[in-house]
């Protein structure tokens, strides 16, 4: 049921219809600062337009507070804080993705969701490695014409214990 009303809102906020059962290759791209990227459709339960996010004390500098949404209590990351990069005031094109995490919903603020793209398996490269080291959060770079996407693991943007401190706010 959470899927079917996920894929309801996401038509409507894209335009996009989905077939069934057509989940596997689809994403939510947004773009942050002067990149694009990328969530897989199978995680995004709906798109809302920025509103008052209220202050929780003693998150990570990322997490910006809750909102209410239907009488729901909602814990929101900023991505932009999440990956260092520069603030930036919201603006009317600022959103919050509202996500499912392991059976927790998170709304993720970006700067402006773009379009649902279909990236099939060949067209993704690994994530790149910095050392010995690869970002977790970062699932892959999908290739799209001349642009790419960087994809996010959705999973992976709260650390297991972020994870843990956000369900506390349910």
Do not use: W
């Amino acid at each position: 049921m959470a899927e079917n009303t996920a894929r309801k809102a996401v038509e409507e906020e894209s335009g996009f219809e989905f077939e069934e059962d057509t989940l596997k290759g689809r994403f939510l791209t947004f773009r942050l600062a002067e990149e694009d990227y990328g969530l897989e459709i199978r995680y995004v339960t709906e798109i809302i337009g920025i509103q008052k996010i209220t202050d929780v004390p003693d998150m990570p500098c990322f997490v910006k507070g809750v909102i209410n949404l239907r009488g729901k209590v909602i814990p929101v990351m900023d991505v932009r804080a999440r990956f260092s990069l520069p603030e930036r005031a919201y603006d009317e094109r600022t959103c919050i993705v509202v996500v499912n995490v392991e059976d927790k919903s998170v709304g993720l603020v970006v700067d402006k969701v773009n379009e649902v793209a279909s990236i099939p398996d060949d067209q993704i490269e690994p994530p790149p490695r910095a050392g010995r080291d690869t970002c977790s959060y970062i699932q892959g770079i999908g290739k799209m014409g001349e642009e790419v996407k960087i994809l996010l693991n959705v999973k992976h943007l709260l650390y297991e214990e972020e994870l843990e401190q956000i369900s506390l706010l349910d």
